[in-house]
């Protein structure tokens, strides 16, 4: 896909069918803690919990802002549950969080990141830190340099500081509050590249695409490894079914001096583009499934679907069947460590205050306009899981 001015069409077909309709980003009255997580304190170090064989994660980056509006949850027999309880009742066992720099209201900002994070460690699940690099969703079409950081965006070196100080003060802040971190991704749908103004891929420029871009990623890398030694730390491209446009991208990523340690792709199958052509979900996930079988061949690596979401309000049954039956088929792959689900504590209803925020969507994209709810929740309006939340049972 990302070849030469001549490719650029294909380029831009693949970005934007990238993050799955995610529709917006995270807002309330503030972070809120939720329960207590464990009281270890600075001298105590991070808890320890083993990584998970396979994880069958979700990400719930959400959670904060809907129990602060006062969102309850429920197991399935209707009993009241923490969130990370009736997840791990549905055989979760795995949590992701996104951060952004300086975020609406604050949340997905270091604080709530560090006080969910908190709960996940008490809760005896392995964790993932999802870095965008921005103060807002970073996905292929985006990826705004923080405010805070803007006036250096012509500076590679300062740039470069800039994510290496970031990812060294949260990662930091988390190992105080005696968090255990199992993976780390540096950048979030960065197929594009990163920051851009400073960080984008250079298609023009065959040889050299991924010059910045590999600068920052690297910096974020070196500080990731120097708080968790022991975490698997890796970037994160959209769209797994894109085979050759994946290998392209993953290959000149490594021969230009990328550091990883692990693989990380989105897959939304009932979202899935193949130039103008809308696949069927079923073939959506068997080219995900020979990405991912290819990708752990070639590049010798664990590869996770950090991303993953179906339309329950479409029709529950067939969601529940579009995901169990990726999930089946990556299980099977050896080399394939875990499969996340993107945010199934929501309901097709519920969103963020920031969507309905013209002003803010304007700041953090430059279009007057508000957003939808996200379509691809995996709970009812009464905060208890859905059917599809049962294919992560063993």
């Known amino acids: 896909m990302m070849k030469k001015l001549m490719c650029l069409a294909a380029i831009f077909a693949v970005f934007a069918c990238g993050g799955g309709s995610k ?63 009736v997840l791990a009742d ?27 994070a908190r709960r996940v460690t008490a809760a005896g699940l392995a964790l993932m830190i999802d870095f965008h690099y921005s103060d807002f969703f970073a996905d292929p079409s985006r990826q705004q340099i923080p405010a805070a950081w803007a006036a250096d965006k012509a500076d590679i070196g300062k740039m470069v500081q800039h994510v290496s100080d970031h990812t060294t003060e949260v990662l930091q802040a988390l190992k105080e509050a005696g968090v255990t971190v199992h993976w780390i991704q540096i950048g979030n749908e960065t197929r594009g590249g990163m920051l851009f103004g400073c ?45 050759s446009n994946n290998t392209w991208w993953f290959t000149n990523f490594k021969n230009q001096g990328g550091k990883f340690d692990a693989l990380a792709l989105s897959h939304y199958p009932q979202e899935a583009w193949a130039g103008n052509t809308h696949l069927t979900a079923d073939d959506a996930n068997s080219r995900a499934i020979a990405f991912l079988k290819k990708a752990v061949s070639q590049f010798k690596v664990p590869v996770i679907v950090s991303e993953v979401g179906v339309k329950t309000p479409a029709g529950e049954a067939e969601a529940k069947r579009v995901l169990q039956s990726f999930l089946t088929e990556a299980r099977k792959i050896t080399g394939v460590t875990g499969v996340f689900y993107w945010e199934p504590e929501v309901d097709g209803q519920w969103k963020p205050a920031v969507y309905g925020d013209a002003a803010a969507i304007k700041k953090y994209t430059d279009k007057s306009e508000t957003w939808n709810a996200y379509s691809m ?16 049972a063993d």
Do not use: Q
């Open 199 to 243: 960080g984008d891929l250079a298609y023009a420029n065959k040889g050299s695409e991924f010059n910045n871009y590999v600068k920052l990623s690297n910096a974020g890398y070196d500080a990731a490894k120097a708080v968790y030694p022991g975490a698997l730390v890796m970037p994160h491209i959209n769209n797994a079914f894109v085979d």
């Open 23 to 85: 529709e917006g980003p995270s807002s309330g009255s503030g972070p809120s803690s939720g329960p207590e997580g464990p009281s270890t304190g600075p001298g105590d170090g991070p808890t320890a919990i083993a990584t998970p064989a396979f994880a069958k994660g979700a990400d719930i980056s959400w959670a904060s802002e809907m129990e602060a509006g006062g969102r309850k949850f429920k197991k399935k027999d209707g009993t009241s549950a923490d969130l990370l309880s």
């Open 377 to 392: 929740g995996a709970f009812t309006t009464t905060g208890a899981p859905t059917s599809v939340m049962d294919v992560f």
């Open 90 to 116: 549905c055989g979760v066992n795995a949590i992701r969080l996104r951060v952004w720099v300086d975020p609406y209201k604050g949340y997905s900002g270091k604080a709530d990141v560090v006080a969910m």
